[in-house]
């Protein structure tokens, strides 16, 4: 089983040059002002990590807010990680981006909700549920993904670190696309370990 990768919370450019070398599928750039990895304040131009699918991380924005950043950060997709409404997914996509809609699970997932979403987003991403917005680091169960009853792709998040590649790999979820690395990929926050994550990429 062979599964793509993102690389989230990055934000300094030279950090970002380097990881464009271990070539991850997917970069994402944090704009959440009470995250410690927000990028708001660090300009990241088209030519750091060139040809990488860019992800920009919101929570509970404004349409005007994810168009601005769009454009001054070139991104590609957009990822809604607060309680956004579907209806700010689909302007989202009317503008010609991506969409990945989190859900924050703890024991199950929110099928509910997620019907309403999956006709606007081009993927989910799960992540575990705690009193922060992601990069917490700690993981859920994964296996309540087992019987995922979508169609619609989705990434796997939440405390991912080297040794657990493998047995995400083997678990063979229906609907699993990628997995998101973040917290436990760092020096300090914000900063990731670029031989720590060429690891991973040769797992995969």
Not at 103 to 120: N, Q
Not at 153 to 170: A, C, M, R, T, W
Request: charged letters at 30%; a negative charge.
């Amino acid at each position: 089983m062979s599964l793509r990768l993102k690389v989230c919370g990055m934000r300094e450019a030279e950090n970002i040059q380097a990881l464009g070398e271990v070539a991850p599928d997917f970069i994402g750039l944090i704009f959440f002002s009470k995250s410690p990895r927000d990028a708001s304040g660090f300009e990241v131009d088209d030519s750091l990590a060139h040809g990488i699918i860019r992800v920009g991380v919101f929570v509970n924005p404004t349409l005007e807010e994810v168009l601005k950043r769009a454009e001054s950060h070139h991104l590609d997709y957009i990822q809604l990680h607060g309680d956004e409404p579907v209806s700010l997914a689909q302007e989202i996509k009317a503008s010609d981006l991506g969409v990945i809609k989190v859900f924050r699970v703890d024991s199950e997932i929110p099928v509910e909700t997620m019907k309403l979403f999956e006709k606007d987003v081009d993927f989910f991403l799960f992540d575990t549920r705690t009193r922060l917005f992601g990069g917490s680091g700690v993981k859920f169960d994964w296996d309540i993904l087992k019987n995922y009853p979508f169609d619609t792709p989705y990434f796997l998040s939440g405390g991912i670190d080297l040794e657990d590649v493998e047995k995400i790999k083997n678990m063979d979820l229906p609907g699993l696309i990628a997995i998101d690395i973040n917290s436990r990929f760092e020096v300090v926050p914000g900063r990731k370990d670029i031989e720590k994550i060429k690891k991973v990429k040769e797992l995969l």
